[in-house]
């Protein structure tokens, strides 16, 4: 019963289209604005909103539906289209393109194939089950491999991992015909010549008002509003208000309790300050749990759930074994993409790295080039030639026929790439009974930012613009960093008042619901097959065998670029310098183009506009029906230990504590390090004890152990972990 949940609820089952014409036709000749209306649609997938409803593709598509009709309409969506007078295509997706689509292209006979698939894995196993090579694209895979930085967390290329595999731009329409595919680019932040910035606020938020009411009219009763102490939930709220429906909702934010680091808890209290003000001062209640349903799943279930969202495209796997979502379908109104209406990446801005740019339009290359090395910390690694593509790959990535410096380069990388990954996550949450919506997620408010001084826009000049031309008062309310500044109009007595102080005992009413919620949520049993027990498991130490031992395998399949990538991988993520999640799902990614473990998918032919489904298609129907499924490489078995070390007077031990199977077939090795120096060893064997004197050591010396797995027979794995620091 759970795998056919996980299987529906879960995981993302991806779809490939294959597109196939006869290159002996002639050429499209009609114009797309004579024949634009002339392309009907037969194929999409995902959540498309329009000012009337809200549309599950998946369910099938519309009568009637047009292209011209749906380009600007928010979601996460992705629609085919044909024209029967040339026999072409046009793929369109949401404006923002949240919907990710990857194309490849070649030539079979007389036929010109696109395939075209919303999973990078998934189009790898359609081009392998046609007989088509694929390989890694080693620079942009490696330099995503070898990156803990925030804009490599996502594809930061419109070149995939994978050679020959391309990610189709946001705003990109990809027309295929006779002569093959071709992108058509549409500038997201460009608007007409004669567009105003105030005209532009206006019709973005009109219609971001008619989709706030189709929700509030929507019969789904359980309705919710999300904000914080920043700007862009202001802005959602702001124009909730103004459509006249902020009373359908109820208000939530964050637990400042459930944070375990101390920076971002303080962040979370202040935001619960500032939220739990607006909700008095607008009259709300706070929302309350309704009811969940949750499932438990083995390590390589929930790297499999990841995968089948997010392969190749972006990597912050957390490793949690548990999954839950709503009992009954709810709505949410978030303050999403904000970041794209003012300053992107200023984690990047605060770098020295960026302050020693010359920063103007003629040097956007060369300070590409020179930022690589802040965003791929272990470059190092990489081959000088590698890493030299990998940084021209950067610079190409960069819009260049934009004319505009890298500080501003930086706003539309986030656009073309981490904001669509960031918050392409609608139709993943919708099939978790939670339907999302980004009302700042409208093209003229794109547009209106590029219209206004950057400065004047990195100020928050359009967060400030579209909260006074919908509910103004919200703008006297103090953020969680003060009150707008001196250049944007405010009554004088509100500058007086700055942002309260967090006082906890102020917010007993959130935290006596939070205790209500939390006790619910623990009360509920997590469903599981009673003949397959699943036990919890330490998603972190979880992650690292799995990355061990994909490096391993990519080591032993691959001929890799980077030297002795089998044990780099463990030694880097023991030693804290990579991320085990994010590197475990970047390396279970490059390995499926060896292993056969793609995201599965429906694979659907298209030859003169019909699909395979409902028509014969011949020769061209044969070749794509016969080739067999590749291989699929089952995974290791999970290798995840603990390593103790303890004190007792002059001795130190090292206790290593591991309850997987795979325990009896490796041998175990111990280090014993004075801070970064080794100090004693003991040497392979299944010993899982170590002493080591300390007789000698002066007193308030740091040390720590390091723990070398090593399989039994031929196998090269290797995996490794620290123990905590301990003081003599």
Known sequence: MTDNLIERKLKHRGVVLTLALDSRRPTRTTSQSSGDRDYRAVYGRGVLWTDSEVISLDNGLPDGLRSQAVRHQSGQWFLLFHRADDDSYRIITDPLGYHRLYYSSFRRGDNEIVVIGDNQTSVVGELQRLGRPVDLDWPIAASHLLSTHTMMQSSFSHRTMYAGIRSLPAGAELVIDHAGAKEEHKNLFSASTDARYDDLLEAGIARAQAQLRLLADSPVPDKRHALSGGRDSRMAMAMTISAGVHREFTMMTADPRRSRKPSSRTVLEHDLTIASELRRHLGLHWSRESGITGVRHDAHTSLD????????????????????????????????????????????????SFGALDDRPETVTADARALFPTLVAHHGYLPKDMAEEAAEAFADSLDRDADVPMSEQLNLHYAAF?????????????????????????????????????????????????????????????????HWPEPFPLSAPVRRHGTPPYVSADHRDFFDREDVDTALRAATPLLSDPKHPIASFDGASAAASMAASSASELSELADTPVQNLHTLIPTLIAQGRLVAGNTAAKLESMTAVFTGRHTPYDSVLFSSGQSASSSVLSTVGAWHSAPAPPVRVARGELLVFHVDLEIHTDEAVVTIRCNSAAADTVEWAVYLYQEQIRIDQKWYDDRRTARFSLSELPAQTRIRALVFTREKGPSSRVHRKFSAWRTV
């Open 418 to 482: 981490r904001n669509r990954d960031h918050f392409g996550q609608i139709n993943q949450q919708f099939a978790k009974n939670s339907l999302k919506f980004y009302p700042l997620a409208q093209p003229e408010f794109l547009q209106a930012s590029r219209l206004i001084d950057p400065d004047d826009r990195n100020r928050g000049r359009v967060a400030y613009d579209i909260i006074r031309m919908t509910h103004p008062q919200l703008n006297e309310i103090p953020f969680d960093d003060g």
């Open 305 to 352: 759930i990841f995968q089948s969202h997010a392969a190749g495209a972006h990597f912050a796997w957390a490793g949690s074994g548990v999954t839950t979502w709503p009992d009954a379908l709810r709505v949410e109104v978030h303050g999403g993409s904000g970041e794209l209406l003012r300053r992107a990446y200023q984690n990047m801005r605060n770098h020295p």
